[in-house]
């Protein structure tokens, strides 16, 4: 999958923050842990019914903890028809590269 269009959690961030919509891949209880701030959760388990959450007219970013499950949402997402990137090193990276995490 290294076709897929990729971004890094820094660039991610900055994006977010200028209000790229960021989906989340991860199960419920990974996202009661922590989640990246301005995150939509829509896990990997439940894609094809929460589908319709996703924007189909703008550019999307999913995010995992480490990237392998985003890689294949956003493989999934791209086969849809979706304009979509992954972030590249998950929910971990982003925190190391300074951005928010929100435990609910």
């Known amino acids: ?18 209000g790229t919509y960021l989906i989340d891949v991860r ?7 922590g989640h990246a701030d301005g995150a939509h959760l829509v896990p990997m388990s439940r894609l094809n019914e929460l589908m319709a959450e996703v924007p189909t007219d703008e550019q ?6 480490a990237g392998g499950r985003s890689a294949r949402v956003t493989k999934a997402l791209l086969d849809a028809g979706y304009d ?21």
């Open 1 to 18: 999958m290294s076709d897929l269009p990729e971004i890094s959690t820094a660039e991610a961030i900055e994006r977010v923050k200028s």
């Open 60 to 65: 999307v970013l999913v995010i995992c903890q």
């Open 27 to 33: 199960e419920q209880d990974e996202w009661d842990a």
């Open 84 to 104: 979509v990137v992954n972030v590249a090193g998950g929910t971990g990276a982003w925190a190391d590269a300074g951005g928010d995490i929100v435990v609910p």
